[in-house]
């Protein structure tokens, strides 16, 4: 059996384009090119049927170490918290009063592009701080 590759994390929304211009903004990825024959993604879009526009929208690494981020609509609102999340790595190696002002100001950035702070976990002996928030659909994340 050959080992996996490469994932692709896929997030169910109702607003596909908007939440993929979100983590775009926020992790430095990149709307990829046009299928070829399309000079842009709304001409494309164009050329699917009515039900299909804006069903899905992708986002990817331009270096090509990180997954691809797909986004799909889905009908049904998010109602319960995620099983699974981003941990979005901006303090890696800090600690402390400087790892928190690190974390302070991503958060700040984010919640300037449409993010919602919950909360701030403190260090415990165990683990480091980290800042729980939530996309611009609700999806939560952790700024870590």
Same mark, same amino acid.
């Given at each position: 059996?050959?080992?996996?590759?490469?994932?692709?994390?896929?997030?169910?929304?109702?607003?596909?384009?908007?939440?993929?211009?979100?983590?775009?903004?926020?992790?430095?990825?990149?709307?990829?090119?046009?299928?070829?024959?399309?000079?842009?993604?709304?001409?494309?879009?164009?050329?699917?049927?009515?039900?299909?526009?804006?069903?899905?929208?992708?986002?990817?690494?331009?270096?090509?170490?990180?997954?691809?981020?797909?986004?799909?609509?889905?009908?049904?609102? #998010?109602?319960? #918290? +995620?099983?699974?999340?981003?941990?979005?790595?901006?303090?890696?190696?800090?600690?402390?009063?400087?790892?928190?002002?690190?974390?302070?100001?991503?958060?700040?950035?984010?919640?300037?592009?449409?993010?919602?702070?919950?909360?701030?976990?403190?260090?415990?002996?165990? +683990?480091?701080?980290?800042?729980?928030?939530?996309?611009?659909?609700? +999806?939560?994340?952790?700024?870590?």
């Amino acid at each position: 059996m050959s080992p996996i590759r490469q994932v692709q994390v896929t997030f169910d929304c109702a607003e596909p384009e908007r939440v993929a211009r979100f983590w775009c903004e926020v992790l430095g990825y990149v709307v990829p090119p046009p299928p070829e024959g399309f000079e842009s993604w709304a001409a494309f879009e164009r050329s699917l049927p009515v039900e299909r526009q804006g069903a899905a929208f992708v986002c990817m690494d331009p270096t090509g170490a990180g997954p691809r981020m797909y986004f799909q609509r889905v009908p049904e609102g #998010k109602v319960v #918290k +995620n099983r699974v999340h981003l941990d979005v790595r901006v303090g890696t190696g800090l600690v402390g009063e400087e790892r928190l002002a690190v974390l302070e100001a991503e958060c700040a950035r984010l919640v300037a592009l449409g993010a919602r702070r919950e909360r701030l976990l403190r260090a415990d002996g165990e +683990n480091e701080s980290c800042i729980v928030m939530q996309d611009v659909e609700g +999806n939560e994340f952790c700024l870590d």
